[in-house]
């Protein structure tokens, strides 16, 4: 038998070395500050493979402290700036794409107030001791005053060899009633509801 002279071409497909790539997403307030880990939604999978990001929700807080004795509570929340362009797409190869969420803070601050009570006489002298009608509470509680009524006071001076005895006798009247007699607790004040006797 001769021997056969043919070729023979044979084609050998070889699998290709697949491409991965990566997805992470960061959650910072516009300040730079981080507000939660990064979370990994794709790692080392197949470039191409579509992906899909979403903001995060953050819990609302509520700090308190303390300002001239009283009370004075923060309340903040944060919300999303925008969504980043690219919180959808397709994994890119050899690569970690970061998707960007941007917050901002929104704070609301509140601060208690009080109320207090003073009587004085023409003079600005204290004719009884301020009296507290609301104290450290939140701004907008009612708060009504009332004028104090002062017993007549009678001071008697003699002796034993006068003829007549002097009275000096000392009676306080309401002047004008004051124009914040009732309202609303203001925030962060103490007002003062002065009455004039």
């Given amino acids: 038998m001769a021997p056969n002279n043919e070729t023979k071409t044979e084609i050998v497909e070889y699998p290709r070395a697949v491409e991965l790539g990566s997805v992470v997403v960061t959650h910072y307030d516009e300040d730079g500050n981080q507000l939660s880990l990064d979370v990994t939604v794709k790692d080392n999978v197949p470039a191409g493979e579509s992906y899909t990001t979403s903001p995060k929700v953050f819990d609302d807080t509520i700090t308190t402290n303390t300002i001239n004795g009283l009370t004075r509570k ?3 929340h944060y919300v999303l700036r925008k969504i980043p362009a690219n919180d959808t797409g397709k994994v890119a190869a050899k690569e970690t794409i970061t998707v960007p969420y941007i917050y901002k803070r929104i704070e609301k601050n509140v601060t208690n107030g009080s109320v207090v009570a003073q009587y004085v006489d023409t003079d600005g002298n204290e004719i009884a001791p301020s009296e507290s009608i609301k104290t450290n509470v939140e701004p907008g509680e009612a708060y009504k005053t009332e004028a104090k009524t002062f017993p007549i006071e009678s001071l008697s001076e003699s002796q034993l060899t006068d003829k007549y005895v002097k009275v000096t006798t ?7 009633t004051p124009d914040n007699q009732t309202g609303e607790v ?5 007002t003062v509801v002065k009455y004039v006797l």
Avoid: N, P, S
């Avoid at 000392?170 to 004008?176: A, M, S």
């Avoid at 203001?186 to 103490?190: A, I, L």
């Fill in 74 to 76: 923060t309340y903040a």
């Fill in 170 to 176: 000392t009676e306080y009247r309401l002047v004008e």
């Fill in 186 to 190: 203001k925030d962060g004040e103490v």
